[in-house]
């Protein structure tokens, strides 16, 4: 069998208040092209399928879109587990409807795991938990810590598998030894629920989310990462899906090609600002001029989607400042017009000015509605 592993989708994220929609659909479209091309037999998502619990219309209705596509056009069973940021309950409801369709969901921690079968291969659905749940479930272990409740789960899958056919686990932990990107949001859990290595011995992949990297932790042990680039900090990664193949006990990838990419680009501002329109996630450093809303604006009309500028601070020589679309757009009138006297005119607005520009601004506003 040909196994696709995904994880971390995170549908319905915006990425410096910019929606990563269209990103997605593309995304989608990519994944339905790839399980066709490469006679994939199963797919199977280790958690994060949202990016919040609550998530929004747009999203859900996308998630629906690649359900449909994947296990009724294509007719490819897909194995789903909930991870962090999902609505475990929401994930999992009509599962038993869905099972039907060969959409196999596991939201919460059960006891007595069973595995779904298919041919040569049994799998194992292990969505994210906490130590209590895991508690209550397992109330004759002695259970400290999230690697203790992680062993208790995973032997007791091992005292029942069927040694004979290839055993995959799917699971939304941090295990030990995985690199994270700069500023990603998974390492926000800390060390506290980290696992070792050796939990999933004995099992023949082990399919794992969480972490945005893809990386290789042991022969039988993989983070697909996600397919898409959520932060800076991910810049300079490329993105996969993995494929496992259970007759050749291999591991392939298969790179996601953004509709728009992210980066980061630095130089002079001369040659900076003489830059080609793109409309990739940008991040520009400036390094050798001091950077303010008006230059920010100027990148704008060639970058729609810039994220963040950052060069040269007014305030301190030796020192750099970032400006982020999302913090401007967060700023209140008064506070735009005060930046914009300290960039251009190293001064602070007058009372007399601040005055002025109200009255202005309180007129405008009864234009609009008049």
């Known amino acids: 069998m040909r196994i696709l592993h995904t994880s971390d989708w995170h ?54 879109d690649i359900v449909n596509e994947i296990c009724l056009d294509l007719k490819t069973p897909m194995l789903v587990i909930a991870g962090n940021h999902d609505g475990a309950a929401r994930l999992s409801s009509m599962r038993r409807l869905l099972t039907k369709s060969r959409m196999f969901v596991s939201g919460k921690l059960e006891r007595d795991i069973k595995p779904i079968s298919f041919e040569d291969a049994d799998f194992y659905l292990i969505p994210y938990f906490n130590i209590d749940e895991a508690r209550y479930l397992y109330p004759e272990h002695e259970i400290k810590n999230y690697e203790d409740a992680m062993n208790v789960v995973c032997d007791e899958i091992r005292e029942k598998m069927d040694r004979k056919k290839a055993n995959i686990v799917l699971s939304h932990s941090f295990v030990g030894g995985a690199l994270l990107s ?74 996601i090609i953004p509709l728009n990419n992210l980066c980061v680009i630095e130089g002079a501002y001369d040659t900076l600002i003489n830059s080609e329109f793109s409309e990739d996630y940008v991040k520009v450093i400036v390094n050798d001029k001091y950077v303010g809303i008006e230059m920010l604006e100027s990148f704008r009309s060639i970058f729609p989607n810039l994220i963040a500028l950052e060069g040269k601070s007014i305030s301190a020589s030796d020192s750099v400042t970032t400006l982020t679309m999302e913090e401007v757009r967060n700023m209140a009138p008064l506070d735009i017009v005060n930046k914009f006297f300290e960039e251009n005119f190293d001064a602070e607005v007058e009372p007399q000015q601040i005055n002025s520009f109200l009255e202005l601004l309180s007129k405008s506003g009864e234009e609009e509605f008049s």
Not at 210 to 231: C, E, M, T, V, W
Not at 232 to 238: D, L, M, R, S, V
């Open 182 to 255: 700069d500023g990603e949001r998974s390492a926000a859990v800390g060390t506290v629920n980290i696992i070792s290595q050796q939990v999933f011995k004995e099992f023949s992949y082990v399919a794992l989310g969480h972490i945005h990297r893809k990386q290789k932790l042991a022969d039988n042990i993989f983070y697909s990462g996600s397919p898409l680039k959520y932060s800076i900090g991910e810049a300079n990664q490329n993105k996969f899906v993995l494929i496992y193949d259970t007759q050749t006990d291999t591991v392939g990838e298969i790179p």
């Open 11 to 64: 549908l319905g994220i915006s990425l410096h208040n910019i929606s990563m929609h269209d990103e997605h659909r593309h995304f989608k479209n990519m994944l339905s092209r790839i399980i066709r091309d490469n006679n994939i037999d199963i797919v199977a998502v280790s958690g994060d399928i949202f990016d919040s619990s609550v998530s929004n219309s747009e999203a859900i209705a996308l998630y629906n």
